[in-house]
């Protein structure tokens, strides 16, 4: 089985300031996918970026990169000119391949808090 | 446009009285999940449906059952609620296949259930 751990129960970053998330997982599988999920106080989870274990170049979407590090099992956020609406719990995200046998095994997640 | 929809958004129950969750997509994904997340805390897989065949989680009580009567549409019936049940309850949807695009999961708000 799986397991994601995210160690950071609670982060606070100043706005406009650059903050990473932490996020490790356990597998004998050599091909997932990871995903960031967002969710923000109104409850709806949201893709952030998401990460496929066998491409090596890390994922970036507008302000969010990640870095992926295969061998070490980590798979850590980066939200660069964090904004208010950055605001949010943040949840690491593991799936296998075939997607629907296991459904995503997710972290505890990580609340983040944007100072103004 | 909202894809995955959930109602109601917030339920309340009598301890021991049945209650049903609902959940619809637009999307015409194959799979469809039921999620229990309790304050706090990582979203746990109960369920899902691959088309109209069911798997349960090997942890998931026999008081949570669901029905997929259609593509669109699932059920999450809980038979008798107890105290412990309160969470919100996410209902989520993938195409599934291989490849990273079947696998991304797609959230509806929620519904806080509160057991009284």
């Known amino acids: 089985a799986q397991t994601v751990t995210q160690s950071q129960p609670e982060m606070s970053v100043q706005e406009a300031e650059t903050v990473t998330l932490s996020c490790t997982y356990d597998?004998?599988?050599?091909?997932?996918?990871l995903f960031w999920y967002k969710q923000p106080p109104s409850r709806q989870m949201i893709l952030v970026i998401r990460q496929e274990a066998y491409k090596q170049q890390n994922a970036t979407e507008n302000r969010f990169s990640v870095n992926f590090q295969k061998a070490a099992k980590s798979f850590s956020l980066k939200i660069s000119d964090s904004q208010l609406g950055d605001a949010a719990m943040y949840f690491c995200a593991f799936i296998s391949p075939g997607g629907g046998a296991d459904g995503l095994t997710f972290g505890k997640g990580t609340h983040l808090i944007i100072q103004p | 446009d909202a894809m995955v929809i959930q109602n109601p958004r917030y339920q309340v129950t009598q301890f021991g009285k049945p209650v049903t969750l609902s959940c619809s997509q637009t999307?015409?994904?194959?799979?469809m999940y039921w999620y229990q997340q309790k304050s706090s805390q990582a979203p746990k897989l109960l369920f899902h449906y691959y088309d109209k065949d069911f798997n349960n989680e090997a942890d998931t009580p026999d008081n949570f059952q669901s029905r997929r009567p259609n593509t669109s549409f699932c059920f999450l019936d809980i038979r008798s609620p107890g105290l412990g049940d309160a969470a919100m309850y996410l209902c989520?949807?993938?195409?599934?296949?291989?490849?990273?695009?079947?696998?991304?999961?797609?959230f509806g708000q929620g519904t806080r259930l509160t057991v009284v």
């Open positions: 989520a949807t993938s195409r599934d296949g291989t490849g990273l695009g079947n696998t991304e999961a797609f």
């Open positions: 999307l015409n994904h194959n799979v």
């Open positions: 597998t004998s599988e050599s091909d997932y996918y």
